[in-house]
């Protein structure tokens, strides 16, 4: 199975490890990364998906492991989805990390584009 990246949250600090710009999660880690059951992230998954909010296809891929067995990963875009959907501790952090790290792009290019 070729690498997929690594989010991981420890004592209230998020560390992304992108794989070529990429992260991709099974259900069991995007669980443990929230700390809730893998039902809630099914069936969130699935209410995302058919809301047409974002398309299976696009988000999520299948990939084969030496023994045999296949498992299902999802990108960045749907872990994200999710973390705007799940009321748990991590889920909170890792909402309040997205937001600060689009506010401080957001003034990044607000001030690039204010020198002219």
Do not use: C
Request: aromatic share 10%; net charge positive.
């Amino acid at each position: 199975m070729k690498k997929t990246g690594t989010i991981i949250i420890s004592d209230g600090v998020i560390f992304i490890n992108p794989i070529n710009g990429e992260v991709w999660l099974s259900q069991w880690q995007i669980a443990g990364l929230f700390e809730v059951f893998i039902s809630k992230i099914s069936s969130n998954i699935r209410s995302i998906l058919k809301s047409d909010v974002l398309r299976e296809n696009e988000v999520s891929r299948f990939v084969n492991h030496s023994n045999g067995n296949i498992s299902q990963l999802y990108n960045f875009e749907m872990i994200t989805a999710l973390a705007f959907r799940i009321h748990s501790r991590n889920a909170d952090l890792f909402r309040e990390y997205l937001m600060k790290r689009a506010v401080k792009q957001d003034v990044k290019q607000s001030s690039a584009f204010s020198l002219n």
